[in-house]
């Protein structure tokens, strides 16, 4: 299995305006949209790691598609995350690939 890493690149200096607008308006353009989305993708990870449970007590290895779809979610919430905490300039893409 690989390693889970988050990486970004945090900005030398952002500018006062994209801060105001993420300040009082990023939980409508960004929290929204994507707090939908990853709700009930979140659900779907849920019950994907309980079967993926039962997978790994019988035979032993996670599988990689369950795999791949538990950690896209986790690294689009933090993509999310990160933008919301002012951490990156990025707009979190809709997505959970790398």
């Not at 952002?14 to 989305?37: D, E, K, Q, T």
């Not at 990160?82 to 990156?88: D, G, H, K, R």
Request: no cysteine; net charge positive; charged share 15%.
């Amino acid at each position: 299995m690989r390693d889970l890493q988050f990486v970004f690149n945090r900005p030398e200096k952002s500018s006062r305006g994209l801060l105001l607008l993420r300040l009082f308006f990023a939980w409508i353009y960004v929290g929204i949209p994507h707090g939908v989305v990853l709700m009930f993708r979140s659900i779907a990870t849920g019950f994907i790691v309980f079967v993926a449970w039962w997978a790994v007590l019988f035979t032993g290895s996670w599988p990689e598609g369950m795999y791949s779809f538990v950690s896209g979610t986790y690294r689009w919430y933090m993509r999310v995350m990160a933008y919301m905490s002012f951490l990156t300039d990025e707009y979190p893409p809709f997505t959970g690939k790398e």
